[in-house]
């Protein structure tokens, strides 16, 4: 009596001609997709370099345009020729807002510069 177990004789011979098969054809699948594989990869490196190379490049020129203005900036302000920066507000304590002639000042100081007089009650 057979045992319920074992496959089939056809089974056994399907499966070593799918061995063979596969044995025979694996390595002209590796040696036919391995250069198509390669060359993508390739393109693919190619491109991220070259978007690196142009990343780094546009750094480096910020870097180099900031370190210049720094440097026009420091020559200035060692020249004299330094632009003065303009106030933002004009600030009088609250004991000079109290003298007519300090406020006036103050206030046309203020409106000739374009900005706010502010008076500092804290001080």
């Known amino acids: 009596m057979a045992d319920d177990n074992t496959p089939p004789a056809d089974d056994d011979v399907n499966a070593k001609q799918a061995q063979a098969l596969l044995d ?38 910020a870097k180099n345009k900031q370190h210049d203005d720094a440097v026009a900036n420091l020559a200035s302000i060692l020249n004299g020729t330094a632009p003065q920066q303009k106030p933002t507000e004009i600030v009088l304590s609250k004991e000079d807002a109290r003298n007519v002639q300090k406020y006036r000042a103050a206030k046309a100081q203020a409106e000739k510069e374009g900005v706010e007089l502010r008076i500092d009650r804290n001080v």
């Open 24 to 61: 025979a054809l694996g390595p002209k699948l590796v040696e036919t997709l391995l250069p198509q594989i390669t060359e993508k990869v390739e393109e693919q490196i190619k491109g991220v370099v070259a978007k690196n190379d142009e990343l780094a490049q546009k750094l480096f020129d």
